[in-house]
């Protein structure tokens, strides 16, 4: 596990001056790799281009220093990530005649791409971002993993091409300030984050998902190519029976080989069924006594720790279990929303980064459950999509437009309690006649209509999902695989996999999800959707996969959201920061928002009159973000 920079002059630059470059780049993410770190730079008469790599060392930590080069010298490579069949690979192309000198997943890479190219990264199951530069060719690659586990961000510019593992070592390059990208911008507000390929910064993307950059060295030209095909869901005829055992067997290979490392490894539970399953597997497929991890909370209604205890007692594991209050999890607010270098407000973030804190502390690789929801169809959202269709075909447009006037009237929460009239007012002002019902569900901050609202008309974009319904092939999502697939494309890539990335990497530990496993996924969406979601039933196969190995009934307990109580935070402790961001001068002199509707919509919140945590909170996480990085306070 690895950060990774890189950097092409477009003209003849000093080799020097590019690994000072690069240096740079890599002390803005000792974080990611604190054990070492590598550099290559090379110039001539037409270009200079170097990489480099901050290393944490997890898979043979003798030899495995990078960057790592072919025998002849021709090819280099940097590597961020882990391959999780690097053996099986290796044994293949040992039996083809190739060496190698180290036992590093890192070599397996570049041997594999020496002697078959770039049809060789289709082989790889894991996380990671890697480039290679091949002089032979005069051409340099850079892949982005199947499920964008491992971020990947790149920019091209009159002079250069420059690449790297976090936003941070690109924008500290420049010598200049990029400015704010109204597609970054109405993507964060509607989704509490950015996904790729867009960021912030207008001219600075996310490399997609499942795909690499060829750079031409001759021509500076860039294009871009998919890894994986990824053929459209197609439900087989498999039987229940037969399912159920290949889930199985499935899930128990992936956590296995997620399990390769040379230093401590543990996993975090919750006490949820993807957490509880993924450490029965580890405490399965070891001889060894596992260690478990959760965090719980003295206030009450955020406390679930009976759960993670009830699994560690029937795994025999030794549980370490961290009780915090909401003191410490404010304490390094500044700290963890900036690390994202661009706004991003998941308050699942803050306890993340304090349980990768405390987890860190006894092991440097952590298992996951995340990826469960969205591989076996198990989010609230989920069936709750299906209800729109039921809806709409029941009620007329007209008399849905009265009764959401009559929820957004009475079902008025005035504290951040996210209860039964939260969810049915969410429901009410995201059901949608004409196919956008989805887009407004995962729309965790505003609606279209809310962002228009408090939106200047300068910055405010509509239809911003253009793209991405291009993407999925269709204008209207309305089954369970269609909201599986733009889970994929958006609320993996640029929430939850960002977040666990970012938070973990702070702290130095690598965090592993053996359920975001291509294999997994391909199964999962040759199934009739009934074995995914029976009625009520979320997550219904996994479930039956694995019921005989847990108490009666357990798989039913229902589990609360890993988040953080910021709506009452934004009204006391951070109440002064917060009334700082709606100054009249401010506001004036940004001209992003609508200053009168917002100024409402927070000072509403402040005075308990109305709760809007979410789309307050969104807002707080884009001013502070906007004030580390224009105004140059801390």
């Not at 917060?578 to 100054?583: D, G, K, P, Q, V």
């Amino acid at each position: 596990m690895c950060g990774i920079n890189g950097i092409i002059a477009k003209t003849n630059r000093k080799k020097d001056d590019i690994t000072s470059i690069l240096n740079s780049m890599n002390d803005l993410i000792i974080h990611r790799g604190p054990d070492e770190d590598g550099v290559f730079s090379e110039e001539n008469d037409q270009f200079t281009v170097g990489m480099a790599m901050r290393r944490l060392s997890i898979i043979d930590l003798s030899s495995g220093q990078q960057p790592i080069f072919s025998d002849d010298q021709q090819i280099v490579i940097v590597f961020n990530g882990e391959i999780y069949n690097y053996k099986v690979l290796k044994s293949k192309l040992e039996s083809e005649g190739v060496t190698f000198e180290t036992s590093s997943d890192t070599e397996v890479i570049l041997k594999a791409y020496e002697k078959y190219g770039v049809e060789s990264f289709q082989w790889l199951d894991g996380m990671y971002g890697f480039s290679i530069y091949d002089k032979n060719l005069n051409k340099l690659f850079i892949a982005r993993d199947f499920f964008g586990e491992k971020p990947l961000y790149y920019t091209h510019t009159d002079k250069e091409f420059i690449w790297a593992s976090e936003l941070k070592s690109i924008i500290n390059t420049l010598d200049f300030r990029p400015n704010i990208s109204k597609k970054g911008l109405n993507l964060y507000f509607r989704l509490t984050y950015i996904p790729a390929p867009h960021t912030i910064y207008e001219n600075i993307f996310k490399l997609e998902a499942n795909h690499y950059i060829a750079y031409d060295l001759t021509s500076h030209d860039t294009t871009i190519h998919k890894i994986n095909a990824e053929p459209k869901p197609k439900a087989s005829n498999i039987s229940f029976e037969d399912a159920k055992a290949k889930t199985k067997d499935l899930v128990y290979k992936s956590v296995d080989s997620r399990s390769i490392a040379d230093v401590g490894l543990g996993t975090f539970l919750s006490g949820g069924v993807d957490s509880s399953i993924i450490s029965l597997c580890l405490a399965q497929t070891t001889d060894k006594k596992i260690d478990t991890f959760s965090i719980g909370f003295k206030k009450a209604s955020y406390d679930e720790t009976d759960k993670s205890r009830i699994v560690a007692k029937q795994l025999k594991s030794n549980h370490h279990e961290f009780i915090i209050d909401e003191n410490d999890l404010k304490n390094n607010i500044h700290e963890i929303l900036i690390n994202f270098d661009e706004p991003f407000s998941d308050t699942a973030a803050l306890p993340t980064h304090l349980l990768s804190e405390k987890t860190r502390e006894h092991v440097t690789v952590a298992l996951t459950g995340d990826g469960g929801d969205e591989v076996f169809g198990g989010y609230n959202k989920y069936y709750i999509g299906k209800m729109n269709k039921k809806y709409t075909s029941v009620i007329p447009k007209g008399l849905h437009k009265s009764i959401a006037g009559l929820s957004n009237k009475y079902l008025i929460n005035k504290d951040d309690t996210r209860g039964r009239k939260f969810q049915i007012n969410k429901l009410l002002n995201s059901i949608d006649y004409d196919g956008e019902f989805y887009w407004n569900i995962v729309s965790l901050a505003n609606t279209s209509k809310q962002l228009e609202e408090i939106m200047s008309p300068d910055y405010f974009e509509s239809n911003i999902f253009k793209e991405y319904k291009a993407v999925l092939g269709k204008q209207k999502i309305e089954t369970l695989t269609d909201f599986r697939l733009v889970d994929k494309i958006l609320s993996l890539e640029g929430g939850m996999l960002a977040k666990v990335d970012r938070t973990s990497m702070l702290t130095s530990l690598e965090c592993r999800a053996p359920f975001l496993n291509k294999k997994l996924w391909e199964f999962t969406n040759t199934l009739p959707e009934h074995y995914l979601m029976k009625g009520w039933n979320k997550k219904h196969i996994l479930k039956e996969a694995f019921r005989d190995q847990f108490p009666k009934d357990f798989l039913e307990k229902g589990k609360s959201g890993f988040g953080s109580p910021t709506g009452d935070w934004l009204r006391q402790s951070l109440r002064k920061e917060l009334e700082s961001y709606i100054e009249p001068q401010l506001l004036k002199s940004q001209g992003i928002f609508n200053a009168d509707v917002i100024t409402k919509l927070v000072t509403d919140h402040l005075e308990s009159k109305k709760d809007s945590t979410f789309r307050v909170w969104s807002y707080y996480c884009f001013q502070k973000w906007y004030k580390f990085n224009f105004l140059k306070q801390a």
